[in-house]
């Protein structure tokens, strides 16, 4: 069975930083793909990032530029960083795994409980 946990979220300032991690638990971690996406009341689920099996990566237009995606085998975690954080950045952010497609990312129903990340002064 695959449990994702994550862990990192908090309150930031405007312009700070923060890393996100996900900790996997199960047999296939290296042989997946795995990615975030972040919730915000009222609007659908949206992709942030995401990281193949080769290390390729994927990022939403609102982060790209801003934020950098990594894996540890090794450890069965993934992380996202994200720099010069805005308060639209606030949000869920649940992390998952997915398939790697030519460049995309695609979801699979395995889904961290999310960790909240609030940008404000």
């Known amino acids: 069975q695959v449990r994702l946990v994550e862990s990192g979220g908090g309150l930031v300032e405007p312009g700070g930083s923060l890393i996100l991690s996900c900790v996997v638990s199960?047999?296939?971690?290296?042989?997946?793909?795995w990615g975030w996406y972040r919730q915000t009341p009222g609007k659908p689920r949206e992709f942030v990032a995401a990281i193949s099996t080769r290390g390729n990566t994927k990022f939403a237009d609102f982060v790209n530029g801003r934020a950098a995606i990594t894996r540890e085998n090794a450890r069965k975690t993934f992380y996202l960083q994200i720099n010069s954080l805005k308060p639209e950045d606030t949000g869920v952010y649940l992390c998952?795994?997915?398939?790697?497609?030519?460049?995309?990312?695609?979801?699979?129903?395995?889904w961290g409980q999310g960790t909240q990340v609030t940008v404000s002064s």
């Open positions: 199960g047999p296939t971690f290296s042989i997946n793909a």
């Open positions: 998952n795994r997915g398939l790697w497609k030519g460049d995309g990312y695609s979801s699979e129903d395995y």
